[in-house]
Structures are given as structure tokens and as C-alpha cells.
């Protein structure tokens, strides 16, 4: 078991570290700001090992979760606006989630390889995770990021919701 901690901050270079139990960084996530198709690369070691990509080009938004060049989950995007919700499909990945909390625990043909939950902070937001199998330790750190963009997805959509419905303007 292995315990980590994924702190973003408000960055204009969109990127954050993850680190273990005794504050060593043992990831950095990196992201583009201003393009329209959304990229976040997982790196350790100066090497990119997993990828989170925001297809904006489609019927309705989804995002793509790969480990090494392969996609093992989308979170798809259904319903418009106060309605949203995000359906996640893959072949191997079982997902339980909660959207309001952001709790979740992931799980890998059949065995539990990781939870985690959101954590509060003044500037940004932590999330707290705990690894099972660290064989599958970039597979779970990319899901992670991966629901993470659906979450921020999801809150900027009840936004303009809550404006649409409630006649703010």
C-alpha cells in the first residue's frame, strides 16, 4: 500500500506534483492553458507516461484516459447543462464514484487498485490517494487526473446552469 498526494494550485503554467507519503515527488502533471483541445501529460522522470486528453471536437465533450499510447478509459459526457452527468466506459476499469464528495475507488479486472478523495484546500485542491497494487500505479494516477477534468467539467457546466435557470444575468 502506498499513500500519495495530488496538490494542484492555481498556476498559469498548469502544473502540479504528486507526491508519497514522505513529500517526495514522484509525479508532475503538465498541461497547455490556451488550446482548444485539452492535454495533461502524467511525467516521471522526464518521461511521459500517461496522458489525459479533452476531445472538444465532438457531439458532446469526452475525455480520454491513456496509459502508454493506449486508451483504457473515456468519460463521456451526457446531457446539457443542469442535466450533465459523465458516463465512464472501459473494458477493463470499474469506477465507483461519488460527484458531489469525489470519492472514488478503482478497480482492475476485478481487483481494487486504488482510492481516493478530494481534500479541501484555501488555494487549489488535494487529493488524498491510496495505491493497492503499485504495478498499477500510472494506470489509477491517470484515471485520477482523468476524473478530475470531468469534475471541473461538470462544476463550470452547473455554473452557467444555475445562471441560465435562475435568470441571472
Wanted: proline share 1%.
Amino acid at each position: 500500500m502506498k499513500l500519495l498526494l495530488m496538490n494542484q494550485t492555481i498556476d498559469l503554467n498548469r502544473r502540479f506534483t504528486i507526491q508519497d507519503e514522505t513529500g517526495h515527488v514522484t509525479h508532475e502533471v503538465t498541461g497547455q492553458l490556451l488550446q482548444m483541445q485539452k492535454n495533461w501529460q502524467l511525467v516521471q522522470e522526464a518521461a511521459e507516461i500517461g496522458r489525459v486528453t479533452k476531445q472538444t471536437f465532438s457531439m458532446l465533450p469526452h475525455i480520454l484516459v491513456e496509459v502508454d499510447g493506449r486508451v483504457v478509459a473515456t468519460i463521456q459526457k451526457t446531457g446539457f447543462l443542469m442535466f450533465a452527468d459523465y458516463r465512464i466506459d472501459s473494458r477493463d476499469l470499474q469506477i465507483d464514484i461519488n460527484w458531489v464528495t469525489m470519492t472514488f475507488s478503482v478497480t482492475y479486472q476485478g481487483n481494487k487498485i486504488g482510492q481516493g478523495k478530494r481534500r479541501w484546500v484555501r488555494f487549489g485542491k488535494q487529493y488524498e490517494l491510496t495505491l493497492f497494487d503499485e504495478a498499477a500505479e500510472t494506470l489509477f494516477l491517470s484515471v485520477v487526473l482523468g476524473l478530475d477534468r470531468a469534475k471541473a467539467d461538470k462544476t463550470v457546466s452547473a455554473l452557467f446552469a444555475d445562471n441560465w435557470a435562475g435568470g441571472k444575468k
